[in-house]
């Protein structure tokens, strides 16, 4: 059995295809505050927060590049597509993060390791980790590897019938139908916010927020199908 196979650090570094100078830099990516809280250490939240920054950053540069005729707005769906808790949860699955997760006990019991919101904190955290640790070169060297896959999606990702496209995928790769189901609505009635879960049979495939129930639904959809897309 090889080294990469015993340790779990080495491992991320191995499929990132980088290796890290400073490996407290990792290891406080993967550390989550209810570790900290029973054994001390500095957590990943300061680093989640730069890293959400580093990702909009050089997925921004990406999609310029790639797609120079596209303006603002549909630039801006398609970010936000691809930087949705369900798609980044995926890639941080895809790492094998969630077993190099340092949790908190209780966090340990609840299934943190599979939990979607830790997994896509997780991936920020990593990023900017990566980011501090090599600087831009690595850090986008990596989004490049890690989302091309999905910006052959365009259509989708900008907003085109992603119900439609998911309905399809989710016959053919799953043997159901998605059923959307509204989880809140938040604001005052002149600027409301609804957030919409969809699921195929009893797994929850994505979430979407839109100015109403419809966009919601579409937004939902647009993640469920990149998570599709990613299992293919």
Do not use: W
Request: proline share 3%; charged share 35%.
């Amino acid at each position: 059995m090889s080294d990469m196979q015993h340790d779990p650090l080495e491992g991320i570094e191995g499929r990132l295809g980088y290796r890290f100078r400073d490996r407290a830099l990792l290891v406080e990516a993967l550390t989550h505050r209810t570790y900290v809280n029973e054994a001390g250490g500095r957590d990943n939240q300061r680093l989640e927060f730069f890293g959400d920054a580093v990702l909009d950053f050089l997925l921004s540069d990406m999609l310029l590049v790639r797609f120079p005729e596209s303006r603002e707005g549909e630039l801006t769906r398609i970010r936000a597509a691809l930087v949705d808790e369900a798609s980044l949860a995926r890639i941080a699955s895809e790492l094998d993060l969630g077993q190099a997760l340092r949790l908190g006990r209780g966090e340990e019991k609840g299934g943190g390791r599979l939990k979607r919101s830790l997994l896509a904190d997780a991936f920020e955290a990593l990023l900017a980790a990566l980011y501090l640790d090599g600087g831009l070169d690595p850090a986008r060297r990596v989004v490049e590897a890690l989302f091309a896959p999905f910006l052959s999606c365009r259509d989708l990702l900008s907003g085109r019938d992603a119900k439609t496209e998911l309905q399809e995928k989710g016959r053919l790769l799953k043997g159901e139908l998605p059923r959307y189901q509204l989880k809140q609505v938040t604001g005052p009635d002149h600027d409301k916010r609804f957030t919409v879960e969809v699921y195929l049979g009893e797994e929850l495939m994505g979430e979407g927020v839109g100015r109403t129930k419809k966009e919601a639904e579409q937004d939902a959809a647009r993640a469920a199908f990149l998570l599709l897309k990613g299992e293919e």
